[in-house]
């Protein structure tokens, strides 16, 4: 299943904060979107997602989702957005009861996604003995579980320290080569971008359009920390977005 | 450098966090009772002013042997029950309708507002024609002062649940009623549990309220009796039961919490 938004124009009252936003989505890749602080990403994934309606513009669903797909929009927020009450597998396990499911399949389906992003040891863990890095793992693990079409994620490793930031981003690098997902993939950290995007979708400052899409095609397990390659693309990228954050830095201060 | 004076660092940090040290809370009481036994006993404190606490346990046994204790807690505890869980209820149901409809909240929140700082004894003879001056007034008045607290408590533990959270549930498109199940009740359950302490402690004082009107037993009403006949020794024997009773309210609360909350951080 493709995602295409057409159109797409934004305004909280008067405040403009998407404009002109068309974007392709192809199923099997990660698109990664970056801007400045404030030009509407979250609003857009949000919009993308349904959870938000567009003041003008659409977002349409090409093909159907594959099969077995439970939750073909599926989230991990910035603040993980775990259920404090229960246990890891419990949270796993959220999306999976909506659906009626055959017994034992729901057991069978938090194993698996418990094994495939290292957490067997932690089911019965409530979130508050876990650190950041695992929280925000369950959170993946939870969104694995509805078997996504597309996988949003607001700045999954924003609350995170540089070192767990790595660890999490070789993990996400290596379950989508295992099984490739697609993914929009909102960061303020273009070394991020660079190392999960299939493509880059550079917003300028609010009201948010797109700049540019940068597309990369070495393959994700190749791209290496410092790669000289994608350093070239970074730089580029951050040219790109210099005046445009530090436009937007200055509009905050004049209120 | 070498030769200047070195000092330690002084210390500026710690306080301001007070914890809880065992036997301390019951040093106080033995101490305050040991004050009022002496003080009885040498005359320092005379008989008028206040029962000596021996003659308070020695009426306190006697209406312990003679099962007039448990003639009068039988019915006290099921006005209680009856009342509290009464308001309870419809204080949580509505609590949340307020947490979560708009029309609701605009329309009730200005009414509870209106309604909580009413003192309920005194709309008693109200209730009394309409429900009747047995059991039925009583259970309302207690269902009654038990309601507002409880409302207040719990659209505001309501509030308080993480948006995130609610929006987590939409995106993986779980239902109305599953989201209020599996997240905004669960989460505001550390609030309900707050308010409940309060409003049964409210329930406790209503009670003695609710039976001075035409109660025959009931802590209450052996109280009133009591202290009508200014006899002090049953007059205290009654407010302890009501300690007691209070104190076993905030026990039996405080075990709920451990174990519905023990997830908190
Ligand atoms: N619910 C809302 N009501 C009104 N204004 C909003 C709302 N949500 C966001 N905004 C405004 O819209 C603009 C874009 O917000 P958004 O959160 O989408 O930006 P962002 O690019 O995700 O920013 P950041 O990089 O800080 O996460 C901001 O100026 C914000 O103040
Ligand atoms: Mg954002």
Redesign the interface.
Known sequence: MDLRVEGLRHAYDALPVLEGIDLDIPSGRILCLVGPSGCGKSTLLRII?G?ERPTEGKVLQVGAPPEGCL?P???V?Q?F?L????TVAGNIR??L??HRLPPGRADEIVADVLARTNLSDFADA???QLSGGMKQRVAIARALA?NPAVMLLDEPLSALDAQTRELLMEDLISLWTRQPFTAVYVTHNLAEAVRLGHSIAVLSRRPGRIREIVTLDKPLAERIHMDADLEAVQEHLWTMMREEARAADAELLNG | MADQQARPVPFRGGGFRPVSIRGVGLAVFVTLLLLAEWGTRTGWISALTLPRPSDVVATFGELWTSGMLFKHLAPSLTRLAVGASLGVAVGVSTGILIGLFSYIRSGLVPLVAALFPIPKIALLPLFVIWFGIDEGSKYALIAFGTFTPTVVATYGAVDNVDRTLIRMGQSFGMGWFSIVRKIVLPGAMPGILSGLRISLAIAIILLVAAEMLGAEYGIGAYILEAGSLYDLERLFAGVVVLSLLGVVVSTVIGQIEKRLLGWRV
């Not at chain 1, 259920?83 to 229960?86: A, G, N």
């Open positions: 997602g959870l939750n929009l599926t989230y927020f603040d957005a259920l404090p009450w229960r959220l999306g009861e909506e409530l979130p508050k509805v």
